[in-house]
């Protein structure tokens, strides 16, 4: 049985449409891979439970900034130079101010398989990733604990 002209036509327009709508993702899906790391995967998505008066968390940092990172570190405001190189960590990833971390920043670094480096930047202000003004070390895979406390989230140890 053949469909009649007329939906014949109707069905390969959506054929069409469907496969489009399929290369345009893939096609979206590999440039976000390929983007640098930003801050802004873990701002936006605290910000967003935020406006749902969400205030403590769990967060998956492979979720937020991809599967290819296995491990990851904080770097505090205060750190100097010597302090963030005995993580293993070249200082070039981050903003370094008269030998040391300036103090209305904080990074994570995160570490792949092949050893390569990235970090993402965020204001103390709004995210503080030092809890007591420690660094942490912790696996891309494991959950998070943040918190909210007053306008600064807060990574809990």
């Not at 981050?94 to 970090?119: C, M, R, T, W």
Request: net charge negative.
């Amino acid at each position: 049985m053949q469909l009649p002209k007329p939906l014949r036509a109707l069905a390969t327009v959506l054929i069409v449409l469907f496969l489009l709508l399929v290369a345009g993702m893939i096609y979206s899906a590999s440039q976000e891979d390929q983007q640098p790391l930003s801050g802004k995967r873990l701002e936006a998505t605290l910000q967003k439970l935020e406006d749902q008066n969400v205030h403590i968390a769990g967060l998956v940092m492979a979720d937020l900034y991809g599967t290819e990172w296995m491990e990851a570190a904080t770097v505090c405001s205060g750190m100097t130079v010597e302090q963030v190189e005995q993580l293993g960590v070249g200082s070039d990833l981050f903003a370094v101010e008269e030998g040391s971390i300036p103090a209305d920043k904080n990074y994570l670094v995160f570490v792949n398989q092949d050893g390569e480096f990235a970090s993402a930047e965020f204001n103390t202000e709004d995210l503080n990733l030092c809890f007591q003004g420690q660094p942490t070390a912790f696996r891309a895979y494991d959950m998070n604990q943040f918190y909210l406390d007053g306008d600064t989230w807060v990574l809990a140890g």
